[in-house]
């Protein structure tokens, strides 16, 4: 019971910090849209330049695949800025 109160307390005290990680994550998800709604090179190209070819996932998950891997590239990247 008390383990509980203390993480309810720390989810209380600590909640703007998790909807402005929420806010970014869906800021970066729309800008990755956006760069990819005409052709998904673009993304492609974007992982290659920021993070490297060796971050380039594979062609198997598609689209989706490219664009999840961007946004969470992008969303890892601006959580260790901010910590």
């Known amino acids: 019971m008390r383990l509980t109160f203390w993480y309810t307390m720390y989810i209380m005290k600590n909640g703007d910090k998790m909807i402005d990680l929420k806010n970014i994550k869906d800021h970066i998800l729309n800008d990755v849209l956006l760069l990819g709604e005409n052709d998904i ?4 190209f974007a992982i ?3 993070f490297g070819i060796a971050k ?14 961007l946004v969470e590239l992008r969303f890892k990247q601006k959580v260790e800025e901010l910590v």
């Open 41 to 44: 090179w673009n993304v492609i």
């Open 56 to 69: 380039v996932p594979s062609p198997v998950g598609g689209e989706k695949g490219f664009i999840n891997a």
């Open 48 to 50: 290659e330049s920021e």
